[in-house]
């Protein structure tokens, strides 16, 4: 058998606690909050906070966890992530952050592709409870979430597939933003701020320059048009 149907909580804790009392009282650890985490699944940064400023009222997690936004529209908009590099022995961040800790039937890589994938939002989406801007995806939803588990390595080789198909399009997505930002500045460049027009153009009314006409539904009674099913054509 190459692959058995599981259940996500029963390869991976959902929300583990962390006793407080085997760390340090003081010191830095790692923070990350919401606007911390990208939509594209990459962490942007890690806070520096003081243990005693975070020990109590944050979420805990350590590296090899992955963190999924549980609000609305955070959840929606895909904020997701595999913790890595942590300075800290543990970190600290959003309570809006559910934590999943793999076990070793799963993949830490392979379990953040699991979660962060357009799929599970659809899915999520339907099952959040609450009202308003306040909705959340509940716990109960990700433990009780069925998959197709494969093995050890054939989960390895599917995260290392979707990592490099990912970092493609980030870098697709990057230049279209560079193209997008060069084509503007060119246009300043050539023409000035269209607002401030340092370069001292004339300034005349559209009216002035010709004549314009918006699109319409054609006079019906007029003799030179006539309409065939959705489509008018002029005789």
């Not at 909580?9 to 606690?17: I, K, M, S, T, W």
């Not at 300075?87 to 800790?101: A, I, K, M, N, Q």
């Not at 830490?108 to 409870?129: C, D, E, H, K, P």
Request: proline share 4%.
């Amino acid at each position: 058998m190459t692959h058995c149907r599981v259940k996500l909580g029963e390869v991976a804790q959902l929300n583990p606690r962390l006793d407080l009392s085997k760390l340090p009282s003081s010191g830095s650890v790692g923070f990350i909050a919401m606007a911390d985490v990208g939509e594209n699944g990459e962490l942007l940064r890690v806070q520096r906070r003081c243990m005693s400023e975070v020990a109590k009222g944050y979420t805990s997690f350590r590296n090899g966890d992955v963190l999924l936004a549980k609000i609305t529209p955070c959840f929606e908009n895909g904020k997701a992530v595999l913790v890595e590099g942590l300075f800290s022995e543990v970190g600290f961040g959003s309570t809006e952050f559910h934590v999943l800790r793999p076990s070793e039937k799963i993949d830490a890589q392979f379990l953040f592709y699991l979660v962060w994938n357009s799929g599970l939002r659809a899915i999520g989406r339907s099952r959040m409870t609450g009202s308003g801007g306040q909705k959340r995806l509940p716990v109960g939803f990700l433990k009780s979430l069925e998959f197709d588990l494969p093995l050890l390595n054939e989960q390895k080789r599917i995260a290392r597939i979707i990592e490099k198909a990912e970092g493609v399009r980030r870098k697709r997505d990057e230049v279209n933003r560079l193209a997008d930002a060069f084509l503007k500045a060119t246009f300043i460049k050539m023409f000035g701020d269209p607002v401030t027009n340092p370069k001292g153009w004339s300034i005349r009314k559209f009216g002035d320059l010709g004549q314009w006409a918006s699109g319409g539904t054609p006079d019906r009674t007029r003799s030179d048009f006539f309409q065939q099913g959705n489509r008018t054509f002029m005789s």
